[in-house]
């Protein structure tokens, strides 16, 4: 979405755009970061949870 709007403002010399992308840019990143910070907790959550049924299933050995 920056992109597009930062090609349509360099392109089209949009008034609306260059409004817009001090609004958006932030907003964007923010978004990205806070998904990035989500997945890292869920994934760490899920190998953890992998890790203990590996530990505790009847045949830990055979898969050690």
Do not use: K
């Amino acid at each position: 979405m920056n992109a597009f709007i930062l090609v349509s403002a360099i392109i089209y010399h949009s008034a609306e755009a260059v409004q817009l992308a001090p609004i958006i840019t932030p907003s964007t990143f923010l978004l990205i970061a806070a998904m990035l910070g989500v997945h890292r907790f869920s994934g760490a959550a899920d190998f953890r949870a992998a890790a203990i049924m590996a530990s505790t299933s009847p045949n830990a050995e055979e898969v050690q």
